[in-house]
Structure formats: structure tokens, C-alpha cells
T-cell receptor, first 111, second 115 residues
Framework: QKEVEQDPGPLSVPEGAIVSLNCTYS??????FMWYRQYSRKGPELLMY????GNKEDGRFTAQVDKSSKYISLFIRDSQPSDSATYLC???????????FGEGTQLTVNP | DAGVIQSPRHEVTEMGQEVTLRCKPI?????LFWYRQTMMRGLELLIY????????DSGMPEDRFSAKMPNASFSTLKIQPSEPRDSAVYFC?????????????FGPGTRLLVL
């Protein structure tokens, strides 16, 4: 079983829709949770970062962490065609610098 | 800043050949990471360095893979001999700090195809 599970999709939504992306994990030592966005043929770029449990909002993006359920989410409001990309969740323990990534969810927002 | 620079951007080689991938991290970053991305396995950490010293190479798949960081501004990932199953996109990333916020900046990647 993988440490981090993420539905690869693909996920296709109309412009303006609310998008929900999710990851589950098995390692209770994970304390830092991140979402990366990767456009086609580009490297991943950090989108959101959260420490431990709770919510974090940045513009149209909201990240949620539920450590009791070992479940994290990324919500995109008023989705735009420019949001079309692959979204990868990533997690890290307190010690060390190793990130463990989900396999990514491919999102397409249709105009 | 130009960001993380990787070369070559594309590499096509034949099985058995030596492949060398290059990376220039962002100036001032202390950490450098090498990743491999495939459809089957996603993004996998191969090795990372702190201040030019390899810290964790547990992700290196086998002895055919080696990585070096001779100075703070240059790193190489070498595959010798290459095999078709090594075909993937290889990313280099660098990070300025360790601890509470792990912000890794990725390069554009090298697309490797081994025939």
C-alpha cells in the first residue's frame, strides 16, 4: 500500500465549478502538507502549504487537513481554464526533508 | 533569478549508453533534490543533498544510478548503463530552508528516452 493515495482522475469540470481534490495517507508522522500544481511539460510548483490540521485559504484556493482521518483536500472555487493542470499532494514528517507525493490528479476546466 | 536550470531538456539514447543529467540550483539554496516522474510510479525522490553532501540516497533505484554535487551551483545525475525502464522525466529541485516550510522549487525537467 502506498503511503499517500490520490485519485489520478482525469477530472473534467465546466468553468466556474467548485473543484475538490483529495488525498489520503497512512503515515501518522506526516505534519506538513502541501499541494503542488504541475502544468503540462513543466515542473511542479508549490500552490498551498499547511502545517498540521486546519484550513488555509488563498484566493480561490482552500486547503484542508484532517489528521484524525488522515485526509487532506484542496478546493478550487470559480474554477478557470487556466487551472487545468495536474495537482499533486505532498507530505513531510517533522524531521528530515523528504517529501512524499501522491501520484497527482489531472484536472481540466472547460470554457 | 533564473530558477532551477536543467540540461539537457530532452535526451534520447540507446540502451547501454551513459546518460548524464545536469542541474544548477537557485543561488543561495542549501538543499538540492533529484526526482524521477513516470506515469506508473508518479514523482519519486531519488536523492537529496544538503550543502553539497548527500543526505538520503535511499530512493536511488540501483547501482547504475549515481549523483554528485561538486559545488553549491552544480549537480549531476548519471545513469550507466542506461536501460529502457529508466525512461522518465527527471526533475531537479532546490530549497532554501529546512524545517517548518519545505518549499521546493522545481526545474523544467529532463525528458529521457532510452531505446
Amino acid at each position: 500500500q502506498k503511503e499517500v493515495e490520490q485519485d489520478p482522475g482525469p477530472l473534467s469540470v465546466p468553468e466556474g465549478a467548485i473543484v475538490s481534490l483529495n488525498c489520503t495517507y497512512s503515515n501518522s508522522a506526516f505534519q506538513y502538507f502541501m499541494w503542488y500544481r504541475q502544468y503540462s511539460r513543466k515542473g511542479p510548483e508549490l500552490l498551498m502549504y499547511t502545517y498540521s490540521s486546519g484550513n488555509k485559504e488563498d484566493g480561490r484556493f482552500t486547503a484542508q487537513v484532517d489528521k484524525s482521518s488522515k485526509y487532506i483536500s484542496l478546493f478550487i472555487r470559480d474554477s478557470q481554464p487556466s487551472d487545468s493542470a495536474t495537482y499533486l499532494c505532498a507530505m513531510k514528517e517533522t524531521s528530515g526533508s523528504r517529501l512524499t507525493f501522491g501520484e497527482g490528479t489531472q484536472l481540466t476546466v472547460n470554457p | 533569478d533564473a530558477g532551477v536550470i536543467q540540461s539537457p531538456r530532452h535526451e534520447v539514447t540507446e540502451m547501454g549508453q551513459e546518460v548524464t543529467l545536469r542541474c544548477k540550483p537557485i543561488s543561495g539554496h542549501d538543499y538540492l533534490f533529484w526526482y524521477r516522474q513516470t506515469m506508473m510510479r508518479g514523482l519519486e525522490l531519488l536523492i537529496y543533498f544538503n550543502n553539497n553532501v548527500p543526505i538520503d540516497d535511499s530512493g536511488m533505484p540501483e547501482d547504475r544510478f549515481s549523483a554528485k554535487m561538486p559545488n553549491a551551483s552544480f549537480s549531476t545525475l548519471k545513469i550507466q548503463p542506461s536501460e529502457p525502464r529508466d525512461s522518465a522525466v527527471y526533475f531537479c529541485a532546490s530549497s532554501p530552508i529546512r524545517g517548518s516550510q519545505e518549499t521546493q522549487y522545481f526545474g523544467p525537467g529532463t525528458r529521457l528516452l532510452v531505446l
